[in-house]
């Protein structure tokens, strides 16, 4: 019978406070539960001997690839012929070059990559047919994230193109201030907008960023940075 490692990871989810945050966490604790039942299911359906469980909590699969990862990164260097097995794709990769390296990778180690339940289907990457459509499958689950993050942030380019606050008070775009008859939106605040064009002027007549920092004076209580001064003009210009 042969070696077999179990992979698990949950995305992270909101800081929330009281009775939602216990929730979570016993949400999160399910969820890797359930994943670890998948796999076992599957490690006795191919006779592999599950020798130790791999858990990467509030793990972004966009951001981190694999080995980058404080479980998956124990998943690098296995001894040849181990299995390795994770319920679904996704909640090893999101990204399609991690996931193309990956398999490489353990192509090469003779390493064994299953995924027990792949949309009601295993997926055996031992296999020429397994290869294939994990492949393919790469691409729909890089897709469906960046898909959901485009989504999202043309809602928020939206509402807070019709004055809906998206941010803290503290983190309003400038140019705006929460609007003192609805905290809930934003208006033009005359004051930054009016350093905007005055930036922009000097600008034009040729003083440095530095200078104009000087001259504009601080905003929001802070010193404006040549770096800075140079975003209120593109903005500006914009």
């Not at 070696?3 to 949400?27: H, L, M, Q, W």
């Not at 397994?130 to 499958?137: A, C, D, Q, S, W």
Request: positive net charge; proline residues 5%.
């Amino acid at each position: 019978m042969s070696n077999a490692i179990v992979y698990t990871r949950f995305s992270p989810r909101p800081a929330k406070d009281g009775d939602a945050e216990a929730a979570a966490a016993a949400e999160d604790a399910k969820c890797l539960l359930e994943q670890i039942d998948v796999c076992q299911r599957y490690a006795v359906m191919k006779s592999l001997a599950i020798i130790d469980t791999i858990k990467d909590p509030e793990t972004s699969a966009r951001k981190t690839p694999l080995f980058e990862r404080e479980g998956g990164s124990r998943l690098q260097f296995l001894p040849a012929g181990t299995h390795v097995i994770c319920s679904k794709l996704d909640r090893m990769f999101r990204s399609t070059a991690d996931g193309l390296l990956t398999m490489h990778h353990f192509n090469a180690r003779g390493i064994i990559l299953h995924f027990a339940d792949q949309s009601g289907c295993t997926l055996d990457l031992s296999t020429g047919e397994g290869e294939f459509m994990f492949t393919v499958l790469l691409a729909s689950c890089a897709l469906e994230p960046r898909r959901t993050s485009d989504r999202t942030s043309k809602a928020m380019k939206h509402r807070q193109s019709i004055g809906i606050r998206m941010t803290s008070a503290a983190t309003v775009p400038f140019g705006q201030m929460v609007d003192p008859n609805d905290p809930a939106k934003t208006i033009p605040c005359p004051e930054e907008l009016e350093a905007m064009k005055t930036a922009a002027q000097y600008r034009k007549s040729g003083w440095s960023l530095r200078h104009i920092a000087t001259l504009i004076g601080p905003i929001r209580g802070k010193t404006l940075s040549p770096q800075s001064v140079k975003l209120l003009i593109q903005k500006c210009q914009a």
